[in-house]
């Protein structure tokens, strides 16, 4: 039995050092030296400091501001609690949510007649998107003009300069990136 077991030991430890030790070190090492930006990240620093990350959303109330997805997490965008809601289409406390979200937006935009782009209504499956459609950020544009005192033109420009395409033009949607967007609305001001 001892032959059987030093043998067995020495290979948990030697795997242990490779697996557990050698190659995340590896990985991590070329990740920092290849891609120092997106391994850290991706954190948007201004003035010195860190606001956000482009890899993830946050909450953002004020009228002058666009609005990001819905987050399922608890509270909003906590990147620890990643998760979807789990709830089905038959579920009456989605049912709720997504008519309170509905009629928040509806107040928000009475300018609004056309539907509620599906994306401020519901949470993504991770509950941190940190993007919208752009047709949920057009949804945004007259209330945001208004309350910043900008012409709407100039917001939809910023909404079109921000509109990120397919990824290798054929993977994913258009989408905008919400807190770029609004850094640049707060540059705009200036």
Request: aromatic share 6%.
């Amino acid at each position: 039995m001892r032959e059987q077991m030093r043998p067995a030991l020495m290979m948990v430890v030697l795997w242990t050092l490779i697996a557990g030790l050698a190659y995340p070190l590896a990985v991590t090492g070329v990740a920092q030296v290849a891609f120092p930006r997106q391994a850290n990240g991706s954190l948007i620093v201004r003035e010195g400091r860190v606001v956000g990350s482009e890899l993830m959303g946050q909450p953002f109330q004020g009228p002058g501001y666009f609005w990001s997805r819905p987050s399922a997490t608890g509270p909003a965008y906590n990147g620890a609690a990643s998760t979807g809601s789990n709830l089905g289409p038959l579920s009456e406390s989605l049912g709720t949510a997504f008519r309170e979200r509905a009629a928040a937006l509806r107040a928000a935009h009475p300018e609004q007649s056309g539907p509620i782009p599906v994306d401020l209504l519901t949470a993504s499956g991770s509950g941190l998107d940190p993007h919208i459609s752009p047709a949920a950020a057009l949804y945004q544009v007259g209330r945001i003009a208004r309350a910043r005192e900008l012409s709407e033109a100039a917001v939809e420009a910023l909404v079109t300069e921000h509109t990120e395409g397919r990824q290798l033009g054929v993977l994913g949607e258009p989408r905008v990136n919400v807190l770029l967007l609004n850094l640049a609305l707060d540059g705009a001001e200036r």
